[in-house]
């Protein structure tokens, strides 16, 4: 069980268009999910936390308005790029928090890398 | 703030040698203290865990951790490397009192087999 699904997995796009990923908690409800930024050859760094049925809590730096994360339901939850650029190049990783067990344990969706040209 | 560290940017081992990855961590109440390993181009892959009790932790691919309180560690070994262990080994603690908050994650070490 656990399973956290990621789509689409690598997406190329121009410059100035949106780029929707959606994160999928495939066997659980997740009330909480989590974006997570990946540079090259950097560590992840918390984008926001998503909550179902209401806004995202974006970290500090995290634009709001080009990051618009919406989690509509208890097993999805999407972080859309609005007006990409090329810096916003990354690999993306969302997270969701499984409440079914002892310790609420989260679990790592397979990430997906945006290339913008 | 919580943090952690991994003092070691880049290691290089011979394969079949033993392995030892560094990570401590700051945080003022138990951790929830994790290992992840990640292939190029690839998601992560969860090694290891530590919620509670015992202290040495075991894991998948023969991989192990031991939390040190004392010492604020939490460092991940293997007695025998193999080629296929090269990759980038993260360590992460829960940022808040719940092991499902957000993780903080280390900068990671990257993993060299030589042969």
């Known amino acids: 069980g656990a399973v956290v699904s990621q789509h689409p997995s690598r997406v190329i796009c121009k410059s100035g268009t949106s780029v929707k990923i959606e994160c999928r908690s495939l066997?659980?409800?997740?009330?909480?999910m989590f974006w997570y930024r990946q540079f090259p050859k950097k560590s992840l760094m918390l984008m926001a936390t998503s909550n179902e049925g209401s806004k995202a809590t974006y970290e500090q730096g995290v634009e709001k308005d080009k990051f618009l994360i919406n989690h509509a339901s208890l097993t999805l939850s999407t972080l859309t790029v609005t007006s990409a650029h090329p810096e916003d190049s990354s690999f993306y990783i969302c997270?969701?928090?499984?409440?079914?067990?002892?310790?609420?344990?989260?679990?790592f969706g397979p990430g997906t890398r945006l290339t913008v040209l | 703030a919580q943090s952690v560290t991994q003092p070691d940017i880049h290691i290089t081992v011979s394969e079949g040698a033993s392995l030892e990855l560094r990570c401590n961590y700051s945080y003022g109440a138990t951790p929830y203290l994790f290992w992840y390993v990640q292939s190029p181009g690839q998601g992560l892959q969860l090694l290891l865990k530590y919620f509670s009790g015992d202290t040495l932790v075991q894991g998948i691919k023969g991989f192990e951790a031991e939390f040190k309180r004392s010492q604020s560690s939490f460092n991940l070994r293997k007695p025998s490397v193999h080629w296929s262990d090269a990759a980038e080994y993260f360590c992460a603690v829960a940022g808040g009192n719940q092991a499902g908050t957000a993780l903080i994650f280390g900068k990671g070490t990257t993993l060299s087999v030589s042969s």
């Open positions: 997270s969701a928090r499984d409440v079914r067990g002892s310790y609420n344990e989260q679990f």
């Open positions: 066997d659980f409800q997740a009330t909480t």
